[in-house]
């Protein structure tokens, strides 16, 4: 079983930053393409982010590109989200999840593991 728990989420007022870390349990995770989710109240897990195994293919929505950066460190079997220029409509739970492929993708039905959530809420 497969333990990912997510952190740095909170209160931030637009155009402020948060970086967010899930860490995995999983003594195999650089071997694992991971991915970030996000939630909206009333709307459908929506893809934020990927990253492959070696972190050499690294995928965004198109509403965070150039704002947000994904990345990992395989040593601390840990992903990241830096998160920066936040606006309102990034409030929303924030999930990490794990794909049993090396290779990443933008489809959450790809991802066998998730974690609980963390919430990030932007002020205006």
């Known amino acids: 079983q497969v333990q990912l728990v997510e952190s740095g989420g909170g209160l931030v007022q637009a155009g402020g930053s948060l970086r967010l870390s899930c860490a995995s349990s999983?003594?195999?995770?650089?071997?694992?393409?991971m991915g970030w989710f996000r939630q909206a109240p009333g709307k459908e897990r929506e893809f934020v982010a990927s990253?492959?195994?070696?972190?050499?293919?690294?995928d965004y929505a198109d509403s965070v590109k150039g704002r947000f950066t994904i990345s990992r460190d395989n040593a601390k079997k840990t992903v990241y989200l830096q998160m920066n220029s936040l606006k309102a409509e990034d409030t929303a739970v924030y999930y990490c999840?794990?794909?049993?492929?090396?290779?990443?993708?933008?489809?959450?039905?790809?991802?066998?593991?998730w974690g609980q959530g963390t919430q990030v809420t932007v002020s205006s």
């Open positions: 999840a794990r794909r049993s492929s090396r290779i990443a993708s933008s489809s959450l039905n790809e991802y066998d593991y």
């Open positions: 999983e003594r195999t995770f650089s071997s694992r393409a």
């Open positions: 990253i492959s195994w070696t972190a050499t293919i690294i």
